[in-house]
């Protein structure tokens, strides 16, 4: 029985349910006068998601970022070849990322939201922003080159400690991972095998925390609709988030990746995008890049003349590393989230932005939530209330479906460009 509810109520429904249930009780409380109530009494195991969500976010970035680097150590066999991979993922995630701000920015879906809700939202959350000020301020004083010192943590445990610090962790974790990568393997397959054993646990903590989004769901947006007193500007904004990422994942899949195979490799533009549609087709319908991995690999190989040297070498990498898509719909969804909450980003908050999303892109656990701790961890580095989540959660299973699919596409593209050289 356990197994047919599953089936029937996979977890992207259950959330979706708690989105609608949650939109029920804000409205419900808004027009009988309870507001107060859902605040007090509903919308805390809302917060309490939240804080589960920060929780985790630290150590599972560290852990995962560091058996992210020290699971490339095959890259010293192909050094040629590993470094000019990574080098084009990376530079085709910056892409992405730059694409969704350039998105997030132009449309800013989250100014739909009805002016006068703005500016209710802007003095509930008067706090942050007046701390977002203060920041930018002590940013300006300390001069230009600032942000070199505040990168390098000088001590781990305490920026290990405090969320919006993540970028020394970040830090950390990579020149850690280096460090163990430079060793010979020897000396250090016990402490890769350590860090394997945590990078399961932490996966599985999340998977405990994932199972209460439902609720946490329902309880904070009934909050965010009772904040709004029953507005329906917000659907209509939501309505426009959906639509900007898609159009955004679709100018990646149908014509950024097709135009880098037409420039790099002898592959017609008509070919590739005939060839794709399988591969991008089951990994719209798993969410999942690895389980599309042995359907990207055969028609690299079969269909676009791809060698399996480097098939089989750079798409099960892509899988570890490569999140375009991903990365692109977490950056208009930081910036919908920033608008519909009324929190002003500056320059330097942007390029915090990118820089921790196509950094973190190499960190996003593959499983269902995973993005959504990486969301809280970035929200929370730029000063971004992370109850915000709950706009967007209801909603994100096809987004994550589509992103996918982008996500398989951009594999095969840096694997064609890397064979065509």
Same mark, same amino acid.
């Given at each position: ?24 009780? @804000? ?49 010293? /066999? ?7 991979? !990574? ?27 009805? /002016? ?40 781990? !445990?305490?920026? %290990?400690? $405090? ?12 020149? +850690? ?49 009772? =904040? ?26 149908? @014509? ?8 790099? *490799? ?7 995008? /005939? ?6 087709? +089951?990994? +719209? ?40 898509? *991903? ?21 330097? =908050? ?35 209330? %992370? ?8 909603? =994100?299973?096809?987004? $994550? ?9 951009? =594999? ?10």
């Amino acid at each position: 029985m356990t197994k047919t509810q599953k089936k029937k109520f996979p977890l992207y429904i259950q959330i979706l349910i708690g989105m609608v249930v949650g939109i029920i009780i @804000g409205f419900i409380a808004t027009h009988t006068g309870s507001a107060t109530i859902v605040k007090d009494w509903i919308q805390p195991w809302g917060q309490l998601f939240i804080r589960l969500l920060q929780l985790i976010a630290i150590p599972l970035v560290f852990i995962s970022l560091v058996k992210g680097v020290t699971g490339l150590k095959d890259i010293s /066999r192909f050094s040629k070849l590993g470094g000019r991979t !990574i080098l084009i993922y990376l530079c085709t995630t910056v892409v992405a990322v730059l694409l969704g701000l350039s998105m997030g920015l132009l449309v800013k879906p989250g100014n739909l939201v009805d /002016r006068e809700q703005m500016v209710h939202l802007q003095e509930d959350y008067q706090e942050v922003v007046m701390q977002r000020q203060e920041q930018v301020i002590q940013a300006q004083d300390k001069g230009p080159l600032n942000f070199l010192t505040d990168f390098v943590p000088n001590n781990f !445990i305490s920026a %290990a400690g $405090d969320n919006s610090r993540i970028l020394q962790v970040i830090f950390f974790a990579i020149f +850690f991972g280096l460090a163990t990568l430079s060793l010979p393997t020897e000396k250090t397959a016990s402490v890769v095998q350590f860090f394997d054993s945590l990078n399961d646990i932490i996966l599985r903590m999340v998977d405990y925390i994932i199972l209460i989004a439902p609720i946490g769901v329902a309880a904070l947006m009934a909050g965010l609709i009772a =904040d709004f007193g029953g507005d329906t500007s917000i659907f209509s904004a939501l309505g426009a988030y959906a639509a900007t990422v898609t159009v955004a994942l679709f100018i990646l899949m149908l @014509g950024f990746y097709p135009l880098l195979v037409r420039l790099f *490799t002898s592959i017609s533009f008509k070919k590739f995008l /005939r060839s794709m549609y399988p591969v991008q087709l +089951f990994g +719209f319908t798993t969410s999942s890049s690895a389980a599309t991995l042995p359907v990207t690999l055969e028609t690299a190989e079969r269909d676009l003349g791809i060698s399996t040297e480097v098939s089989s070498f750079v798409l099960p990498i892509g899988v570890t590393i490569n999140m375009d898509g *991903t990365s692109c719909y977490q950056t208009i969804a930081i910036l919908f989230i920033a608008q519909v909450l009324g929190v002003d980003l500056s320059f330097a =908050d942007l390029m915090v932005i990118v820089g921790m999303t196509v950094v973190s892109s190499i960190g996003t656990p593959g499983i269902p939530g995973g993005s959504f701790v990486i969301l809280t961890m970035v929200l929370g580095a730029v000063g971004i209330p %992370a109850e915000g989540l709950a706009l967007i959660l209801g909603i =994100d299973r096809p987004l $994550d479906m589509l992103r996918t699919a982008v996500n398989v596409t951009g =594999d095969a593209t840096v694997a064609a460009i890397v064979d065509g050289k």
